[in-house]
């Protein structure tokens, strides 16, 4: 039994030890999570449009000002509608698509637990 | 001339598939286990003519016949000799040309490698691949016309979308589209199966190698779509969850699961009609994948059509497709009592079928969603990456770690008696992940969970690889995949973390300093070349920590024909890493924007994968060599 608890302990000393710094805002990912709305297909980290570099430095200023990311894109999606984020805001309208994914999963693991009966003795 | 030899070839080719249908039918009914010489012989004149035709089209592009529309708006003389050949299938009509003639050869071969098959079964498998290959004839002769005529013929053509002239992306879509096609095979063969009843084991080994090499195929495609989207955008990145490459993702995990179950069916002779499904699934997710590109519907980088009738066409296509095999599916389906042992091989594969039929339904629906809140609701939305990965990559770790436990479980009946090992193993890959974390750089709890899982999947792969070894039944290509897939997501892992990006604006001879490294502009050139004009800039990145110096020249090309503007990466790999500098002018201004990116372990990326799909070309070998 002490085996298994000191196991355990190293594992989870590991796994915390790993985890102890925090991430600050990484700037470049969130500009890939903008769509930049005059390309096609492209996030404002990737495009050289005028519109991409104008949004990103009333980004920049907006992290100057010590804005938190949720607050910049509230004010993004304000501005320019949902369409502007590839990270749809959880509402109403994306209910179905944030929750469907798990829903299958779910279903498809009851349907295997169902499927392999436990059969001990067999 | 061209013109009329093509629609020549094609409308024959149409009624030479009516004649097909017509003949496998009589035969059906005359008795003899043969099928007769003459259905050989139309098929293969049938395979001949849509083999000529197509290289009619590709030899239109060689002489620039603008008198054919597809060649004039997509070809023009100034163009290298080899991106006229590939402009061949780099539009619409010209890549369903190739769809067409992969699907035809396919079917010769079906019908001329499947010898020891029933005959009802071959001939089942033969008509409604000549119905597919009917279906495509008559959208290509009434929709898409590959020959089109234009009059009067103009002098010069409109020129192929630069980005498009691209080696990888000259092979992308033969590649891509073996894989979409191979699986038309075994779903025609899965419909066969229910039709005449031929199932089981019978079943398998006749779509055996189809999976095989479908899987194998369509693997390579994604990655030379992937390496042409890292180079030649200019992002830096290689996967961006656009609509266009998920499309591509679809039948390739379909497709994986239907691999897996394959065995159970093979085995155990179980999950038969899970199977035809999987089938079903695959083929139309790769007809649902061409609707969604081609139909213009999807806001996308690659969308190079925009026309609806189309996709309503491929829609209807679709629909049939999909009631007809649902409703033969629902008469045919018997409820087989199959119960498994909880801890058991065939309960591990159903958990890898469920994990990629949830990868499938997501990405689906992620990829879907805005067209229908968009119709329903008039509400626009944008599903990208972020999306992807909340949702996804906390899944990957479960699976993963399934996927490192289930190759070594036993059949009907597993007992952990390598718990042990299990717990040695899970130790060693928390211990690299400590390492790596404290040696180099910090990292999210997520990151953590995929390089543990990931390692853990590695290092339980070779385990495997040792002990199979021991008892003789060495299986390589299992081997080889699942830990090239391990190593896959590892790099992925690790080259997400560990990227370097910074974005400045630059004048020659200005230097640039951070982290460890100094980016010097030191000279900017004009070039002429065949069909475009170049800007080259030539910047020293030096490395100050190993005084470490090398020279980049990133581009900006300047088209005439069509007119563009294209950013020109210039990148440097190495073993370890991969060094990559855009640049981009500003307007009114003598400075030039400069993206410098350092991506540790790229070609490792690219190693992984090409692994992956060459365990499915390695099975097929041994496959092959089994059939004796």
């Keep these: ?122 | 001339m061209l013109s009329s030899i093509g629609n020549f070839l094609l409308l024959l080719s149409t009624i030479l598939s009516l004649i097909v249908i017509y003949t496998s039918f009589k035969n059906l009914n005359e008795k003899g286990n043969l099928i007769s010489k003459n259905l050989f012989t139309i098929c293969s004149l049938q395979c001949t003519f849509i083999i000529v035709s197509f290289f009619t089209l590709v030899f239109a592009f060689i002489i620039s016949d603008f008198s054919l529309v597809t060649v004039y708006q997509n070809s023009h003389t100034a163009k290298p000799i080899f991106y006229k050949i590939s402009g061949t299938w780099g539009n619409h009509e010209g890549s369903l040309m190739l769809w067409l003639i992969i699907l035809t050869i396919f079917s010769f071969l079906f019908l001329v490698s499947s010898k020891n098959k029933k005959k009802e079964f071959r001939i089942y498998t033969l008509i409604i691949q000549n119905l597919l290959i009917i279906c495509f004839l008559v959208f290509l002769l009434f929709n898409s016309n590959p020959f089109g005529i234009v009059t009067p013929v103009p002098k010069e053509g409109l020129g192929l979308n630069p980005i498009l002239q691209d080696p990888a992306l000259a092979i992308h879509p033969p590649l891509l589209y073996l894989g979409f096609v191979g699986s038309s095979i075994y779903f025609s063969a899965a419909i066969a199966s229910l039709l005449t009843n031929y199932s089981g084991k019978l079943f398998v080994n006749a779509i055996k190698k189809w999976v095989l090499l479908s899987w194998s195929f369509q693997t390579i495609g994604i990655l030379a779509g992937s390496i042409w989207a890292y180079y030649e955008l200019g992002w830096g990145g290689f996967w961006f969850w656009d609509p266009v490459e998920n499309a591509s993702l679809f039948p390739w995990f379909s497709m994986t699961a239907l691999l897996h179950s394959l065995i159970v069916l093979e085995k155990r002779d179980k999950l038969y009609f899970w199977v035809i499904i999987l089938c079903i699934i695959t083929f139309t997710s790769s007809v649902a994948g061409t609707f969604l590109v081609r139909s213009g519907v999807l806001n996308s980088v690659h969308t190079f059509a925009n026309d609806p009738s189309r996709g309503i066409y491929i829609l209807s296509f679709l629909s049939i497709m999909i009631f007809g095999s649902a409703i033969l599916l629902l008469k045919k389906i018997k409820s087989n009592n199959f119960v498994f042992n909880t801890n058991s091989k065939e309960t591990f594969i159903l958990v890898n079928n469920w994990f990629m039929i949830f990868y499938l339904i997501t990405i689906f629906l992620g990829t879907v969603y805005p067209i229908f809140t968009e119709v329903l609701s008039d509400h626009k939305i944008s599903v990208g990456p972020p999306f992807y990965n909340t949702v996804i990559i906390p899944v990957v770790v479960f699976f993963l770690i399934f996927m490192s436990i289930g190759p070594q479980a036993r059949w009907i009946k597993n007992r952990f008696d390598n718990f042990k090992q299990i717990v040695s193993i899970l130790i060693c890959s928390l211990l690299i992940n400590f390492c790596i974390f404290y040696f180099f750089k910090s990292y999210s709890v997520l990151s953590n969970l995929i390089i543990i899982s990931s390692s853990f999947l590695i290092i339980s792969s070779f385990n495997d690889a040792i002990k199979s070894i021991k008892k003789n039944n060495f299986n390589i290509s299992r081997i080889i995949s699942h830990s090239a897939f391990g190593f896959l997501i590892l790099f992925i892992g690790l080259n997400h973390n560990f990227s370097i990006e910074e974005e400045f604006n630059l004048k020659i001879g200005q230097i640039q300093k951070f982290e460890n490294y100094n980016i010097r502009f030191t000279n900017l050139n004009l070039e002429d070349h065949e069909n475009y004009k170049a800007i080259i800039g030539e910047f020293k990145v030096n490395n100050l920590d190993k005084n470490f110096v090398q020279i980049l020249k990133p581009e900006i090309r300047i088209y005439e024909k069509p007119s563009t503007l294209t950013y020109e990466a210039s990148i440097r790999s190495n073993i370890l890493e991969d060094y990559y500098v855009t640049m981009s002018n500003i307007d009114r201004s003598d400075y030039y924007n400069i993206k410098f990116q350092k991506k540790p372990f790229m070609i490792w990326i690219w190693i992984s994968v090409i692994l992956i799909s060459l365990g499915g070309f390695l099975r097929l070998f041994r496959h092959e060599n089994k059939i004796y």
Excluded: H
């Design chain 1, 1 to 122: 039994m002490n085996k298994i608890k000191f196991i355990i302990s190293i594992i989870f000393f590991l796994f915390v030890a790993s985890n102890i710094l925090a991430a600050s805002i990484n700037k470049n990912e969130l500009f890939k999570n903008i769509r930049c709305l005059v390309c096609q297909g492209q996030s404002i980290a990737d495009s050289n449009s005028d519109f991409a570099r104008t949004v990103k430095l009333v980004i920049n200023d907006q992290i100057k000002d010590g804005k938190t990311e949720k607050e910049i894109y509230k004010f993004l999606v304000e501005k320019y509608g949902e369409w502007i984020v590839y990270n749809p805001p959880l509402n109403k309208y994306n209910f179905i698509l944030w929750f469907f994914p798990y829903f299958i999963l779910i279903i498809g693991g009851f349907l295997i637990y169902i499927l392999s009966k436990k059969k001990d003795s067999a």
